[in-house]
């Protein structure tokens, strides 16, 4: 598809109208999925309708489930919003876009220079995660499931080279969650909006900067139009989670096999989704560099080791402040990322370094 198509489709104008109960009918029950992404969209888009159709299908047709990308009954800044009051049964977005509900909800997406993909479903499966998800996402009447995840994401699109902190200040930077609280700390004045509309910015020269993902959807978005510097090392996201989240009472009103499928269809995708973005972000980066002359630039460590700084403040600020289950889920992120901490210099760290080496294998 091409990219005009998507900067079409990710309209955000489209006015939000109230739906009916989830429609029951000769034993099959349909739900409205709203998404935060354009329709297909390589990376999320795709991720979404993959979801839907993996539902559907091991429900054997009982549950349908009907796809609306953003813009189409709500922006996709909205969905969070709109399943919680039942406008909608389902959406798929990223935690990372609710931190205006909660801080907290942050944690649950991506951590500057915390979790990898592997590790945050770690978390979420083996270290508690799961459950405090669920009583922080009870509060907004959804229920939640981890369902994918980009891997890790890139420092993003630049017009202009920055070589340390000093360039930062005053950059007009694209980007969400926890990485847009840390860059404000560092200067920048960050904007969040939408992949197509991060397109628009940049060319418009509004944007001095931006991240969205990584290779596979940025190529498809055509940033590499607008911006030829592309940083890599994209710390502030090392392992951007993908969910989907339901509204409580379309959930409960679920017989137990049928959320047993919404369960395991989430589950079954994480990984599926993680390995797609990982081999076409590889793909795709060859063609940036190949094709199209994109200049791939380490980011720097001065501004790394910033980052990190500035997010162990934001972390301790969370674990002193908030109240009880922010303060509990904090913790338990500090706790994992601590374990994952001591492990992974032996275990995958290790395998990447030996990688490196100087030894005769075929490439």
Known sequence: MKRRTFLASAGIGAA???LAAPAIAQGVTRWRMVTAWPRNLPGP?????????????LSGGRLEIELFPAGEIVPGMGVFDAVGEGTADIYHAVPAYWG????AILLFGSQPLGLTAIEQHGWMLHGG??????RMYARFNLKPFLCGNSGAQWAGWFRSEVTGVDDLRGLRYRTTGLNALVMSRLGAAVEAMSGPAMFQALQSGALDAGEFIGPWTDSTLGFQQVASIYYDNGVGEPGSAEECAVNLDSWNALPEDLQTVV?????????????????KHAMALRELVSQHGVQVKAWPEEIIIAM????GEIVREMRDGGDELEREITESYIAYRALMADYM??????????RSLDFDHPT
């Open 263 to 279: 369960s395991t269809a989430a589950e079954s995708l994480y990984n599926v989704v993680l390995t797609e973005y990982t081999t």
């Open 16 to 18: 939000a109208s109230t």
């Open 308 to 311: 990190g700084n500035a997010m």
């Open 129 to 134: 995660g799961q459950d405090l998800y669920d």
């Open 45 to 57: 888009g795709v991720a979404a309708q993959m979801l839907a159709d993996r539902i559907q299908t």
């Open 100 to 103: 205006s509900k909660s801080q």
């Open 345 to 354: 210099p032996h275990a995958e760290a290790a395998q990447l370094a030996a």
